[in-house]
């Protein structure tokens, strides 16, 4: 198997971009995906979150893709939600570096105007949600059939989120001769019908196969009431950087306010909140004035952060491609994690059938803290900024970059790095992101009051 990006056949001004950033070795879904991709192939990719997915398409569409016109781009990432959106959004602007084709992201819960004025200056590459991009092909603002290029990502959790029949809408305003690329943690079902209806002779990769149990370390807790927040906060002031899922929006401000209460950092992120709430959640979290993000499973899927150190699972999941899903926020890049769910006696029976289908042992211990206690030095967070007043439709955030060889690194809070300031994510115009720095070895976190 090749070795280095140019032996991929990688473009050398990409591959140099790639090890300034210290991206040196090929993932093996990018060894096996590049090649394909860059001739012109339809790929179909069976790729977790944390794979290295994301580079191996666009370092495609980068190298491919052709110049879009007014309304008229070329190329085409559709994405499950806005989170993913203008992460997506901020790997393809690196990728391209700053003579590269235009890229710019669509979602919604932000208002029309910036992302209008995008289209009509015209740009090479939209990265979108189904929903908003259906808004603007309907009020005439895009026109889809100059696409060249398509990309479905994550396309299992756009089906789970009833995003299909916009999916298939678009894609049919789409030309017939482009280039399709999938990918998804499952291809059976919705997924498979997509490949099945839009894609032309794909060939599948599968380079790392996934077990169904994912390979982070898995714990089970009886706790029921009360207990099952205070347990949290135990958790989280133990292992954090955490995620903590919730299965309601209310349900996650009501343990946020607990978590605080409790002395431990914690902001959530759902549905209910702006987007200029959901970034500055997601921008402090990242650089390490957090301790937890509690989030429900939409709002969750977006989120790609390095170093998570915990998931925790305050309520179940609804089924075992969930669980997967969430237990991916931890655990990424072959890094190891930790995944702890709270379990009442109600919710046993269905606890043990997702287990059984999952290959896991059909076992809910007593929680006892010194079983999953860490060796590595405590945390201590960085002084929280004051919340500046966001801009709808701009990015205030710059999301962690990974070191992408094979070789060790030092452990550090998820994304702690020093960042430029964003740019509006619909400027179809880039600038690069910081490097990553070490992590401090710390106290214990002191409580804190007069939180904002």
Known sequence: MSSTFTELGVPRAIADGLAQRGIIEPFPIQAVALPLALDGRDVCGRAPTGSGKTIAFGIALVALVGHGRPRRPRGLVLVPTRELAAQVTQELILLAGPKGPSVASFYGGVGFGPQVRALRKGLDIAVACPGRLTDLAERGEVDLSEIGMVVIDEADRMADMGFMPQVR????????????????????????????????????????????????RHVFWWADGANRSDLTAQLVSAHWPAIVFCRTKRGADRLTDKLNRAGVDAAAIHGDRSQAQRERALASFIGGHFQALVA?????????????????????????KAYVHRSGRTGRAGASGLVVSLVSASQAADIKKMQSKLSMPRVIDRPEMSSIATSSAPRVRTARPAPAAAAAGTNTFRPSVRPHTSSSRPARPAGIHSSAPGRGQFEPRRQPVGGGSGKPGRPAPARRSGRG
């Open 296 to 320: 429900t499973d939409i709002a969750a899927r977006g989120i790609h952060v390095d170093n998570v150190e915990c998931v925790v699972n305050f309520d179940p999941p609804d089924d075992e």
């Open 169 to 216: 809408k678009l894609l049919d305003q789409i030309r017939g001769e482009r280039q399709t690329m999938l990918f998804s943690a499952t291809l059976d079902g919705d997924a498979a019908e997509l490949t099945r209806r839009y894609q032309t002779n794909p060939v599948t990769v599968d380079a790392e196969p996934i077990s169904e149990a994912p390979s982070n």
